[in-house]
């Protein structure tokens, strides 16, 4: 046996009246308003229209009571939390963290992220394997005669141009300064600043 929507809401809550409203009966299709004049409500019994504004009155009441029982119980707990300490940012955070574990556990992110640690790893492998074939290139190419040849040459360059500065400093009288004056320009030395003046 089934029971329907309002069936198990009267079991939940049994202290309903049994004037609750029950949208799972509510009319299919082709519903009208009064006010579309489709419907023509002059010649409804007085009786009746009289029994619908009071009823329409009555729910309207109870639904003004429960927006302030609501707003009453918001209040009661946002109390409660400032008294726990539980601030909107630690909820916040909470609810982050909450919906990041949610979205972790979905089937869709575990293969997405099975995928991602899968192409991570063979992109490490295959880079590794670059820079070992680069390794090795470079070995050879470093123990290559023309490379060896070319080395020989810098080096040999390198030790005459050092010679030749060590060999004309050596021989050289005057200091750099003396040869800068000799040659016309004004040598770049550092300013003197006189001790009496302060620096600001």
């Known amino acids: 046996m089934e029971i329907s929507p309002g069936e198990e809401k009267q079991m939940a809550y049994p202290d309903l009246s049994e004037e609750f409203y029950d949208t799972s009966k509510e009319i299919k299709g082709d519903a009208t308003t009064p006010d579309s004049g489709i419907h023509d409500f002059s010649n409804m019994d007085p009786n009746q229209r009289t029994l619908l504004e009071q009823d329409l009155a009555k729910t309207e009441e109870e639904i003004t009571t429960l927006r302030h029982v609501l707003a009453a119980k918001i209040r009661k707990a946002q109390e409660l939390k400032q008294m726990l300490g539980i601030s909107v940012w630690k909820e916040f955070k909470d609810d982050i963290g909450q919906n990041i574990k949610n979205i972790q556990e979905t089937p869709v992110y575990q293969r997405t992220s099975h995928t991602l640690k899968a192409a991570?790893?063979?992109?490490?492998?295959?880079?590794?394997?670059?820079?070992?074939?680069?390794?090795?290139?470079?070995?050879?190419?470093?123990?290559?005669?023309?490379?060896?040849?070319?080395?020989?040459?810098?080096?040999?360059?390198?030790?005459?141009?050092?010679?030749?500065?060590s060999n004309s400093r050596s021989s050289s009288t005057h200091s750099f300064i003396e040869t800068a004056r000799s040659s016309g320009t004004t040598p770049v030395t550092s300013p003197v600043i006189p001790e009496e003046k302060p620096l600001l």
Do not use: P
């Open 120 to 165: 991570g790893e063979k992109s490490t492998i295959a880079l590794g394997n670059f820079g070992a074939s680069m390794t090795k290139k470079l070995g050879e190419v470093k123990n290559s005669q023309t490379f060896r040849s070319f080395e020989e040459k810098v080096g040999t360059a390198y030790e005459n141009v050092k010679s030749k500065l």
